[in-house]
């Protein structure tokens, strides 16, 4: 076996056996009437291999420092059948990477290039060839840690190790091969969870998506082992794609998708340069342009029912009460200026058939904070308070504008706020009430406390401590936002 190789082992709820005998010699019949010859014949036995099958998952390749410590063995998992075992929340599973020392210096010298470096996946009996990079923005990358602790895990250029031990990973099967897929995936995106202390963050605020019926990405706890060296314990959080958008939209998912993208302009170049998907084929972002047109030329007394013509306007309430009950300060609502003013950590998707379009949450790791640095220690107004629109200087130096300053935001908070409050409310009965909290939270803290214990760069102790303070943010948020939707919009608490 190629000892440069990436193994995908997984891990689950239940032990596999395995036995058998193993023949070690073959039988040879001599003819009574021949004399054998006593001369011992050359050695022509190959050495033995001794390199590990990849199903054992402790494949080393050539020395190269990928920080954790070694690898214990992953315990057995039921295999993978389908792309849903991939997501299946229920079972951990352990990623085993390798990559050559050239190739891993390549990666570390610059994390910020999102350059592709080659490595292999094999998983039970069939060999992938993949590309391996790291992934993150100004967030997850140049800043770690609470606002007021600036620090960043790139210096120089370089990945600072000390600083971050772990940084976000992507694994593309279609990167050297356009049709290559496992189980249908094209990617596997792997997020440390460096912002969120209790690591359940963006796994409960992307289900809380889903619970309300919005089209929202997937998730699953995994281990990550490079080179025979554990690092520790990460989300899989499935990627946004057309692949995504087949499997979840109602008119076939072959339609524009756009990321980060606001419909507060007709101009045709910021939609083609947020476009990810049909870019290949002459793409028309009509549609669009149209939508944005349409929402901003609609005053007070016909926003509604632009809206509701263009979206599931009630599905569109639903993903506002799932984001502002999270405090998702860093995707629609946060407006950061440079030059033009714009927001992100979202996309579109608009159908190809018809004039719809559907807002898909994204990037969630700056989401369950409290109390919200950009409100508290900036003096951000919240959504829905009318403000002065002059650019603010907010965190790291950078400048902001508040959220109602947008016209799209500030006619929802007008006009809708009603139906926003509405679906507010049945979130709070349901998937985000005190006892499905609760449940969740201890649900995912049995599933993933051994598998913290044995994070190399994490503190069982402490995880413990920050799991309580989790539990005590989400009282803290659920108080906020029955005290906000109790109040008529632009109410300030």
Known sequence: MNRHHLHLVVLGLTALGCGGDLMTADDVTVPSDTVADTTPPPDTTPPPDTTPSPDVGDDIAPPVDVGGVIAPPAPPAPPLATQADVFDERVIRTYYLTVDGPSWSTLISDPRAEEYVPASLDHEGVRYDVGL?????????????????????????AWNRTRCPKLGMKVSFNWSDPDGRFFGLKKLQLHTMNNDRSLMAEAIG????????????????????????????????????????????????EGNLYKEVWPNTIAESPYLRALKTN?????????????????????????????DAWTDGDMLMRYFAVDRAIDHWDGPVGWYCDGACTNHNYYWYESQTD???WLVPWDLDRAFVVPSPIRTDFGMPDWDEPASCEPRQIFYGFIGQAPHCDDFLAKITRVMWPRYVAATEALLAG??????????????????????????????????????????????????IVSKVAQPAGTQR
């Open 355 to 357: 004039d719809r379009v």
């Open 279 to 307: 870019r290949d084929e002459q793409p028309s972002v009509d549609r669009m342009q149209r939508f944005a047109a349409a929402v901003m030329d609609a005053d007070d007394a016909t926003f509604e029912a632009t809206l």
């Open 133 to 157: 990079r790291f992934k993150g923005a100004v967030g997850s990358l140049q800043y770690q840690g609470p606002i007021d602790d600036i620090h960043s895990c790139v210096t120089g250029g």
């Open 206 to 253: 992307y289900q809380l998506f889903r619970d309300a019926g919005v089209y929202g990405p997937r998730t699953a706890y995994a281990r990550l082992v490079i080179n025979g060296r554990l690092l520790g314990l990460f989300l899989v959080v499935e990627q946004i794609d057309g692949r995504f958008t087949r499997a979840n939209f109602p008119d076939g998912g």
């Open 431 to 480: 998937p985000f009430s005190t006892e499905a909290l609760s449940a969740r939270v201890t649900a995912l803290e049995s599933l993933i406390g051994a598998f913290v214990d044995e994070d190399p760069d994490r503190d069982f102790a402490q995880w413990t401590a920050d799991v309580v303070d989790f539990r005590a943010t989400l009282a803290t948020l659920r108080a906020n």
